[in-house]
């Protein structure tokens, strides 16, 4: 499975921005989707997951700001970030994992750096 990521950039505070990625195998066979972020000195942390029958979860910094989504005629996961600060600024990766033969296999996107700044 390949994860091609885009939409990161430079923002100012307060702007939004667009996360998308496309995943090279059907949503459908997908166990798990979601986002994550890793700034400079800082352990990789789970921004967004949803998981395959359940619900979507969101780490607590996200406070209502972003939005995870799914688009199965695209294989596309994206997420939407509003309201954003200089503490989102970190490289973000979007992850899924799938099952195979009674084993769950990840992949990770290539990542796309996220600047907040005035």
């Known amino acids: 499975v390949q994860l091609q990521a885009s939409g990161g950039g430079l923002v100012q505070p307060g702007g939004s921005l667009r996360l998308s990625c496309i995943v090279s195998?059907?949503?459908?066979?997908?166990?798990?989707m979601g986002w994550y972020r890793q700034a400079p000195g800082s352990q990789r942390e789970m921004v967004a997951e949803?998981?395959?029958?359940?619900?979507?979860k969101y780490a607590e910094f996200v406070e209502g700001r972003f939005t995870f989504s799914r688009d199965f005629r695209k294989n596309t996961v994206s997420l939407q970030m509003n309201s954003l600060k200089p503490d989102d600024t970190a490289v973000y990766y979007c992850?899924?994992?799938?099952?195979?033969?009674?084993?769950?296999?990840?992949?990770w996107g290539q990542g796309t750096q996220v600047t907040v700044s005035s």
């Open positions: 949803m998981t395959d029958g359940a619900g979507t």
């Open positions: 195998a059907s949503l459908h066979s997908l166990n798990r």
């Open positions: 992850h899924v994992d799938q099952k195979y033969e009674g084993n769950y296999f990840e992949y």
